[in-house]
């Protein structure tokens, strides 16, 4: 177990990809705009911004600004 505190933080900027597990799909393009209905639906229920996302056929990578005083 860690012993890692966390505290809340100014406004924090995360950077991270989320990998398909078959690497040859192509089901994040195919599926697109489902996508976009979920982000934009999260966007409304939870505090956070995102700055910058890219999507490939099987890898989103994507930068993130979490509020002022969030837990990380």
Not at 2 to 24: E, W
Not at 28 to 38: F, P, S
Not at 60 to 65: N, P
Request: without cysteine; aromatic residues 6%; positive net charge.
């Amino acid at each position: 177990m860690s012993n890692l505190i966390h505290t809340p933080q100014t406004a924090t900027k995360l950077f991270f990809t989320v990998r398909l597990l078959d690497r040859n799909s192509n089901l994040l393009v195919q599926q697109i705009e489902r996508l976009r209905v979920a982000t934009r639906k999260t966007l409304t229920s939870m505090p956070f911004e995102i700055d910058e996302i890219v999507v490939l056929p099987a890898v989103i990578h994507t930068i993130w600004t979490l509020p002022e005083g969030a837990l990380i």
